[in-house]
């Protein structure tokens, strides 16, 4: 069936409709294809005779509680148990699962629940008016004297009642409605209460599915190595020794990289050692991080496309009694998710199957049909649950890489990256090099504000159409959108690349680099008026309650204000991104000998309406020692061409009992849905360094914070 068929066939079929969907099958969680649907009035729902809910998710479950929390919004409109609604991953379809907030089908931005806030509600709302309507008409009543309830219509005059199940058929043929009332949330029954995971008793006992968990009939393993520079290429393999190793069947030879095929990864990683490739260093084989910052900061010496420009800031600075000049640096970042890169293709004279898990499944689609000439029909995504995502599965460059190498294999094969080959050839964060000024006047308040961002543009090669006027808007994030009021502002962008380093989106996307610079700066200004830092905040939130309120929150919750031990001290930031306001106090102890140890954190959230809290406090919770980690040790560095960290032992995680105790408040109200799973990570590391200066006086303008208070 077409895309057009699917788009307009509402024909019965066997007692049904149907409706052309791709659809997996496995338990609950589906991956083949589906076509005996006998009520779907919308591309994200079907009831089966058995009154079986089926909720196809357009989005994937990484670990931010999706899987609960959009299931909820159906169930809330439907009138049905939410721990019954089984979920199907949606196939690759950038029209019908598209992300309203984004433009194409995406998991990402933290845009779930605000992107199908709406949309999710109303297909569960037009289903149920549907079914409602089937009832009355069988009943020869007017259907506002039913209702549905717990899956089920009710005639309330009567008292009669039938299941969903019943129904069906007759709802699906009837016309959908173009328009249904949504419940005001005064109504509402199950969003904004708690609820446990869904997908957390799979997680448990083993039976959730993710890409690595695939296992295909005569499945084959293979672990790939690439150019250890960027930018080399492969020169030779010592084929013969790879296949002496037992279980080894097959070398790959690709431009850039290698791989070796057998039994099981275990044979496939030794074969690949024995093979010892030797690489054609290419022409970045000199490079190191020194030379990448050096030519980021001839770079932001010239004037950038401007993102923002508020009355005269150089004229207002120039004049102003004292100036306030800053530089702040951030490192490359690598993802390093839980669940190791992987994905398992195979490719056939019919087509290609691709068992993987991806945040893009309509780009991935697109990328293997540019690369095999293949059709849409002929490119079939099984996508799975994600053991991490944090940006990396974002992009399709690993699903290229296994399909480069099944195209040369017989038969379904595995391809997976070592956590050494994937931290050495992630796709990084940007380096970010920031210039900023401010004028103050004679109290030490701030007049002007002026801020040049240097880095790559991930835009640029990601969707180039969404820079407008030679600004990438997520290098702007939260820098040119800043929460706090200046009358004179200018914020400009250059866009600096490194040599043969592709970046991309890391957790918090734009705003977590643009919070970290503008809290550290808006800190130091404060500092430079002797002021208090949050008061100094207020001061300049008059137009933005929602800022000053969470701030507030944090602030009370953490005791700001009462004296602390000598070595210890608090911070404060804010962050306003995703349609949420986050505030965060970080309290530290610092001590020459241990370093910076971070004992508490008191988190406040504005999101606006909340469907499942516990998600929310999760997805804090999560974010903070995410960007605790990152903020204390991560750092991605190059010398002589190549990534010099390989594994967790000098890429490092926050460890358990290094973790703070943590504190999320959130705060009630009826706004518009906000984003969660980001904002937390950019929140908290301003938050950390702060606490360092208050603690230690040591100002951090350079991360990861690594020994910087020690050697003072």
């Given at each position: 069936?077409?895309r057009?068929?699917?788009?307009?066939?509402?024909?019965?079929?066997?007692?049904g409709?149907?409706?052309?969907f791709?659809?997996?099958?496995?338990?609950?969680?589906?991956d083949?294809l589906?076509?005996?649907?006998?009520?779907?009035?919308?591309?994200?729902?079907?009831?089966?005779r058995?009154?079986?809910?089926?909720?196809?998710?357009?989005?994937?479950?990484?670990?931010?509680?999706?899987?609960?929390?959009?299931?909820m919004?159906?169930a809330?409109e439907?009138?049905?148990?939410?721990d019954?609604?089984?979920?199907?991953?949606?196939?690759?379809?950038?029209?019908v699962?598209?992300?309203?907030?984004?433009?194409?089908?995406?998991?990402?931005?933290?845009?779930?629940?605000?992107?199908?806030?709406?949309?999710?509600?109303r297909?569960?709302?037009?289903?149920?008016?549907?079914l409602?309507?089937?009832a009355?008409?069988?009943?020869?009543?007017?259907?506002?004297?039913?209702?549905?309830?717990?899956?089920?219509?009710?005639?309330?005059?009567?008292?009669?009642?039938?299941?969903?199940?019943?129904?069906?058929?007759?709802?699906?043929?009837?016309?959908?409605?173009?328009?249904?009332?949504?419940?005001?949330p005064?109504?509402?029954?199950?969003?904004?209460?708690?609820?446990?995971?869904?997908?957390?008793?799979g997680?448990?006992?083993?039976?959730?599915?993710?890409?690595?968990d695939?296992?295909?009939?005569?499945?084959?393993?293979?672990?790939?190595?690439?150019?250890?520079?960027?930018?080399?290429?492969?020169?030779?393999?010592?084929?013969a020794?790879?296949?002496?190793?037992?279980?080894v069947?097959?070398?790959?030879?690709?431009?850039d990289?290698?791989?070796?095929?057998?039994?099981?990864?275990?044979?496939?990683?030794?074969?690949?050692?024995?093979?010892?490739?030797?690489?054609?260093?290419?022409?970045?084989?000199?490079?190191?991080?020194?030379?990448?910052?050096?030519?980021?900061?001839?770079?932001?010496?010239?004037?950038?496309?401007?993102?923002?420009?508020?009355?005269?800031a150089?004229?207002?600075?120039?004049?102003?009694?004292?100036k306030v000049?800053?530089?702040?640096?951030?490192?490359f970042?690598?993802?390093?998710?839980?669940?190791?890169?992987?994905?398992?293709?195979?490719?056939?004279?019919?087509?290609?199957d691709?068992w993987?898990?991806?945040?893009?499944?309509?780009?991935t689609?697109?990328a293997?049909?540019?690369?095999?000439g293949?059709?849409?029909?002929?490119?079939?995504?099984?996508?799975?649950?994600?053991?991490?995502g944090?940006?990396?599965?974002?992009?399709?460059?690993?699903?290229?890489?296994?399909?480069?190498?099944?195209?040369?294999?017989?038969?379904?094969?595995?391809?997976?990256?070592?956590r050494?080959?994937?931290?050495?050839?992630?796709?990084?964060?940007?380096?970010?090099y920031?210039?900023?000024?401010?004028?103050?006047?004679?109290?030490?308040?701030?007049?002007?504000?002026?801020?040049r961002?240097?880095?790559s543009?991930?835009?640029?090669?990601?969707?180039?159409?969404?820079?407008?006027?030679?600004?990438?808007?997520?290098?702007?994030?939260s820098?040119?959108?800043?929460?706090?009021?200046?009358s004179?502002?200018?914020?400009?962008?250059?866009?600096?690349?490194p040599?043969?380093i592709?970046?991309?989106?890391?957790?918090?996307?734009?705003?977590t680099?643009?919070?970290?610079?503008?809290?550290?700066?808006?800190?130091?200004?404060?500092?430079?008026?002797?002021?208090?830092?949050?008061?100094?905040?207020?001061?300049?939130l008059?137009?933005?309650?929602?800022?000053?309120?969470?701030?507030?929150?944090?602030?009370?919750?953490?005791?700001?204000?009462?004296?602390?031990?000598?070595?210890?001290?608090?911070?404060i930031?804010?962050?306003?991104?995703?349609?949420?306001?986050?505030?965060?106090?970080?309290?530290?102890?610092?001590?020459k000998?241990?370093?910076?140890?971070?004992?508490?954190?008191?988190?406040?959230?504005?999101?606006?309406?909340?469907?499942?809290?516990?998600?929310?406090?999760?997805?804090?919770?999560s974010?903070?020692?995410?960007?605790?980690?990152?903020?204390?040790?991560?750092?991605?560095?190059?010398?002589?061409?190549?990534?010099?960290q390989?594994?967790?032992?000098?890429?490092?995680?926050?460890r358990?009992?290094?973790?703070?105790?943590?504190?999320?408040?959130?705060?009630?109200?009826?706004?518009?849905?906000?984003?969660?799973?980001?904002?937390?990570?950019?929140?908290?590391?301003?938050?950390?360094?702060?606490?360092?200066?208050?603690?230690?006086?040591?100002?951090?303008?350079?991360?990861?914070?690594?020994?910087?208070?020690?050697a003072?």
């Amino acid at each position: 069936m077409n895309r057009r068929d699917f788009l307009t066939a509402t024909s019965a079929l066997g007692g049904g409709l149907l409706l052309g969907f791709g659809l997996p099958a496995r338990g609950e969680i589906r991956d083949t294809l589906t076509t005996n649907a006998p009520f779907a009035p919308n591309a994200f729902l079907r009831i089966d005779r058995t009154g079986k809910v089926t909720f196809v998710m357009p989005m994937i479950e990484m670990g931010q509680g999706t899987y609960t929390s959009l299931p909820m919004l159906i169930a809330e409109e439907l009138e049905v148990d939410v721990d019954k609604v089984a979920i199907e991953h949606s196939p690759p379809d950038d029209k019908v699962y598209v992300n309203p907030l984004i433009g194409i089908q995406m998991a990402g931005g933290s845009t779930a629940v605000r992107g199908m806030y709406v949309p999710l509600r109303r297909a569960g709302a037009t289903a149920r008016v549907m079914l409602v309507t089937a009832a009355a008409q069988r009943w020869k009543v007017d259907p506002s004297t039913c209702r549905a309830e717990n899956g089920a219509v009710v005639h309330a005059p009567t008292g009669r009642k039938l299941g969903y199940g019943a129904l069906v058929d007759a709802a699906a043929k009837l016309q959908v409605p173009e328009k249904v009332a949504l419940k005001e949330p005064g109504e509402f029954k199950l969003v904004g209460t708690p609820h446990r995971r869904l997908d957390t008793s799979g997680k448990v006992n083993g039976s959730a599915k993710f890409g690595i968990d695939t296992r295909l009939p005569g499945m084959k393993f293979a672990v790939v190595a690439a150019s250890p520079t960027f930018g080399g290429k492969l020169v030779s393999v010592d084929e013969a020794k790879a296949k002496a190793v037992r279980g080894v069947s097959q070398v790959v030879r690709l431009d850039d990289a290698v791989a070796v095929v057998a039994i099981h990864t275990w044979a496939a990683k030794q074969g690949l050692a024995a093979a010892a490739p030797q690489w054609d260093a290419g022409p970045n084989a000199k490079l190191s991080t020194a030379d990448i910052v050096e030519q980021l900061a001839r770079a932001s010496e010239n004037p950038g496309a401007v993102a923002r420009h508020d009355g005269d800031a150089a004229t207002a600075i120039a004049g102003a009694a004292r100036k306030v000049d800053a530089i702040y640096q951030q490192p490359f970042l690598a993802h390093a998710t839980m669940e190791p890169m992987n994905c398992t293709v195979q490719v056939t004279k019919e087509g290609c199957d691709i068992w993987t898990g991806t945040q893009v499944p309509g780009l991935t689609q697109a990328a293997v049909m540019k690369l095999t000439g293949l059709g849409r029909e002929q490119v079939r995504i099984h996508n799975h649950l994600l053991g991490g995502g944090f940006g990396r599965r974002l992009e399709y460059d690993g699903t290229v890489r296994a399909v480069q190498i099944a195209q040369q294999v017989r038969g379904p094969v595995q391809v997976i990256w070592t956590r050494e080959e994937d931290i050495q050839h992630d796709m990084y964060r940007p380096y970010y090099y920031d210039r900023l000024s401010a004028g103050v006047d004679a109290k030490g308040r701030a007049v002007a504000w002026s801020h040049r961002i240097t880095g790559s543009s991930i835009v640029a090669r990601y969707s180039p159409s969404w820079i407008k006027d030679g600004v990438d808007p997520d290098a702007v994030e939260s820098s040119a959108n800043l929460p706090y009021e200046f009358s004179d502002i200018h914020v400009d962008w250059v866009a600096q690349e490194p040599p043969g380093i592709s970046t991309t989106w890391w957790r918090g996307v734009g705003s977590t680099r643009g919070t970290f610079v503008v809290e550290s700066f808006i800190d130091e200004l404060a500092t430079s008026a002797k002021a208090d830092p949050l008061a100094y905040r207020i001061a300049l939130l008059e137009k933005n309650p929602r800022a000053r309120a969470v701030l507030q929150l944090a602030a009370e919750r953490s005791g700001w204000g009462k004296p602390l031990p000598s070595g210890q001290g608090r911070g404060i930031a804010l962050c306003t991104g995703f349609g949420s306001f986050i505030a965060q106090v970080v309290q530290v102890s610092v001590d020459k000998d241990s370093g910076v140890n971070p004992t508490h954190v008191w988190c406040a959230v504005d999101c606006g309406v909340q469907v499942n809290p516990d998600t929310i406090r999760a997805q804090m919770e999560s974010g903070i020692i995410f960007g605790l980690s990152a903020a204390l040790h991560g750092e991605i560095t190059i010398k002589d061409g190549r990534v010099e960290q390989t594994n967790f032992g000098d890429y490092r995680v926050l460890r358990i009992n290094e973790a703070p105790r943590i504190r999320v408040d959130l705060v009630k109200n009826l706004e518009a849905p906000g984003g969660i799973g980001e904002p937390g990570t950019s929140c908290v590391m301003p938050a950390l360094t702060n606490a360092i200066f208050a603690a230690a006086g040591k100002r951090i303008r350079k991360l990861p914070v690594g020994d910087q208070t020690r050697a003072a």
